[in-house]
């Protein structure tokens, strides 16, 4: 990972509600990874009490730094974090990615 993709993650989990977002998300992926279900956006609106638009931006923003992946299903959309960016980060930085436990 070069330095420009590293500041651009960064920058996006640079954002409290951007971090906090992208938290829950990882989470919610690391819980249910073997059940095989997905997160749900309006899970966290409600949490965060972002409105849809504002909550749209923050969503973007994580997709441009490649750290999630969106996918409408029906009315809803889903979200799941992508796998390697946020590890090439921690690598590079020197430190242990979230939910390892080695």
Known sequence: MDARQAAKILKALSHENRLTLFLEIL???EATF?????FLV????EKLGLCAPTLSHHL???????LIST??????LVARTVPGP???VCQLLGIKPPGRQT
């Open 42 to 45: 309006c899970q966290v609106a």
């Open 60 to 66: 973007k923003e994580l997709v441009n730094a490649g």
């Open 27 to 29: 989470k919610v992926s």
């Open 34 to 38: 073997e059940a095989q279900e997905d």
């Open 71 to 76: 996918e409408r299903r029906g009315k809803f």
């Open 86 to 88: 946020l590890e090439e």
